[in-house]
Every structure is written in C-alpha cells, then in structure tokens.
Nanobody
C-alpha cells in the first residue's frame, strides 16, 4: 500500500508565502507524475500544478508566476512553494501521484493524500 502525507498548510496573510510538502511512503518502485490539487468550499477540485518524472512542470493560469512545484525523487517528496498568496488561494490542498508499486507490475495507480488546509486572510 502507498501513503501520501501532506504538511505545511496553515494561516497566512495575503501577500505571504507557504511551502507545502507531500511525502510518499510504502511499496513504491517508481513514481511518475506528481500533482497538487485544491478544493475550496462549494467548488470543484481543481488541478494547480503538475511535475513529471523528468521535472517538466505545468501550472493553472491562476497560480502561474506565484507557485512553484518541485520534487525530490530520492525522498519521494513533492513540494509546492506558494508566494504572493491571495484570499482566493484559500482551500484544502491535496497531493496526487501516479505510482508503480512493483518492478514486475507495469501499471501505475493513482494515489491521493488526505489534504492540508491553506487559509489566506485579507
């Protein structure tokens, strides 16, 4: 089984910064794409940022230039550096990863973390 555990959320004033971390553990042979999603109350979950195993990145338009996704493959960890935060960034942030558990099983399965709350006050 695979677990994704987020950390780093909290309360910050508008204009401030936070760094989220998500560590994967368990039976892991390889991790492909890793992603951050967020969900605000009453809204659908939205994709914030993606990083491939080759470190290519993609961002939602709403966070481009403010957020940076990165990963440490040795630590099986993905990060989200969030700068110039706005009240609209308030949401529960979830990490998501495509994981191959065994060398002999080629299929990748999608796993989710439990989420971490980010609140930005005006």
């Amino acid at each position: 089984q695979v677990q994704l555990v987020e950390s780093g959320g909290g309360l910050v004033q508008a204009g401030g910064s936070l760094r989220l971390s998500c560590a994967a553990s368990g039976t892991i042979f390889n991790i492909n794409d890793m992603r951050w999603y967020r969900q605000a109350p009453g809204n659908q979950r939205e994709l914030v940022a993606t990083i491939t195993s080759g470190a290519n990145t993609n961002y939602a338009d709403s966070v481009k230039g403010r957020f940076t996704i990165s990963r440490d493959n040795a630590k099986k960890t993905v990060y989200l550096q969030m700068n110039s935060l706005k009240p609209d960034d308030t949401a529960v942030y979830y990490c998501n990863a495509d994981v191959r558990e065994y060398r002999w099983r080629t299929r990748y399965y999608e796993y989710w973390g439990q989420g971490t709350q980010v609140t930005v006050s005006s």
